[in-house]
């Protein structure tokens, strides 16, 4: 009996030490670069995600060689994904001045596991009133899960098999004395 109350203990130090890691690992991200007529645009997304769990992805833009004297550019910015929800939602409006630089941030949150796609989109408003592309750049996201788990679920199940843990750890040893 003594064996197998120490192979469960084995077993459950395991599966929570695999279920905290997996939940407290860092969740991979990309940084992309791109400068287009006078605009440098940075965004930082994941790779992949936790299901369940909210991460962000974030863009900075900045205006380069614009004369001082140069009026405000207006810029219209989506995020387009399939599969997974984001927030805020729809279509961004900002306007720079020459030497502005703004930073924006999304929360990404899948609830089922799979391969996404989307894309960020950043038009340039033209004094006409028409658009103008300048960054079209896809997003490619999975979103994993732990034999089902989402992040938090897993980290819980992580937890809880750990204390179980301990508590077998001290029963061993108050029986043996």
Known sequence: MRNVTKAVGYV???????????????????????TANGVAMTFRAPTVMRRGEAVSA?????LADQPATSAP???EIQLVTNGFAVSPEGLLT????????????WQLQGDTSGDFQGALWVYR???????EALF???LRVRVI?????????????????????????????????
Not at 94 to 105: R, V
């Open 58 to 62: 974030q863009m900075h833009l900045a």
């Open 73 to 75: 550019l207006h810029f």
């Open 12 to 34: 459950l130090v395991l599966v929570g030490v695999i279920g905290l890691g997996w939940g407290l690992w860092p969740q991979p991200t990309q940084t992309w670069h791109n």
């Open 125 to 131: 408003l033209l004094p006409d009133g028409s658009t």
């Open 145 to 177: 899960s732990l034999l089902g788990l989402g992040g938090q679920q897993a980290r819980l199940l992580g937890v809880f098999a750990l204390t179980l843990a301990g508590l077998l750890y001290f029963y061993q040893r108050s029986e043996r004395t």
């Open 94 to 105: 900002l306007t720079l001045a020459p030497g502005q630089q703004a930073d924006l941030a």
């Open 136 to 138: 079209n750049h896809p």
